[in-house]
């Protein structure tokens, strides 16, 4: 029988921040620092996906200075390495094949990011068959099949149950996926719920932040971030060549316009109730056109005067040092939410079915009433209202962002314990 969701969360919260005594334990060689490979760093057009890797690094850093930790990236280049090098000069990245295999000989245990699922599944697999030595998993989801038969990310497989199962510890970023887990069996000595690395992401880059907002006379706290997305991610859109999913882009097609006018209500609010504005950002690659045909070219005339749209991507240090100057944020994206309440800024959260269980952490964290379910239209008539509320009585938004933030920071502290005591 399933736990009481408080229970669930009291006992999670015990074991993640207790765990060093449950922990099985490994000894670096005399005389030396613990060396952990990180294996992140899932791709550059998403600025979530970028900033699980300076979460997980900022943790590390923070809470285990002792360790020497090398980065073996999955996918980061260009302006996101640059970007990830800036502020983390003295880890060493592993990127070459030779550079892999002397870090499988030097390293005492590889740790796997934060992601949609078990994203780094084969590496795992070669580091446990290579080495033989000890493997964690900090922060991913676990996904169960469409009621509607489609596509969902991060589905386990067998496969996934086992390699799981050999793990040191393995952390889930949401409370459906730690059920899931325990479900299926995985056999690992210790599940518990861990929240999202992304959290803890600090890059800034205030300088193109304040140009930016200058420019289109965005003031400190007089603004609200707002984010729009389809039902499926169109990556078709966004890697030159890939075939479009005409499943996908059907259902995209089909929930369009109803996923997107409680959006549209919520801004029209803001701008004819109150002083402040909006601007309407990406969180991906493919965002920018949309929030221009869904949302601004569909808001009238009076309020489309006080929308700014941004038409150019950015990355995770402009977007995270634009947060934090606005009043909050709201719409169908989950990451950018993650780091501005990893700084107490307020965001709301949209989810539906095919983003993945990723979204309940916002109740697992005790966010429950910025989680707004567009699977369920009834529920979102309170979005409006939710939305408005921020500009009306800040200092409750904030402070109830506050004990988010001061939440998931407790926990992040105890995932770190949990990885200390294998080398104790």
Known sequence: MPLPRRTFLRQSMAAALGAAVLAPRLRAAPARRPRILVRSGWQTVNIGDIAHTPGLLRLLEEEFPAAEIRFWPANIKGPAEAMLRRRFPRIAFVQSEAEVRAAFAECDFLLHGSGPGLVAEAQLERWQRETRKPYGVFGITLSRPLPNGGFVY????????????????????????????????????????GPDAAFACDVRDDASADAFLRRHDLADGRFLCCFSKLRYTPDWLMHPGRTRNEDKHRRNEELKERDHEPLRAAITAVVRETDHRILLCPEDTSEMEIGRTLLLERLPDDVRRRVVWRPDFWLTDEALSTFVRSAGLFGHEQHSPIMAIGHGIPALVGRWMEQTPKGIMWRDVGLGDWLFDFDQPETLDRLTPTVLSLIRDPAAAKAKAAAARDRVRALHRGMVDTLRAQFA
Not at 156 to 170: D, H, N, S, Y
């Open 154 to 193: 991060g589905v386990p497989t067998e496969r996934t149950i086992a390699v799981l199962g050999g793990a040191a510890f393995a952390f889930f970023r949401d409370s459906p996926s730690l059920e899931l887990a325990r479900e299926r069996g995985c056999a690992c000595p210790h599940l518990a719920f």
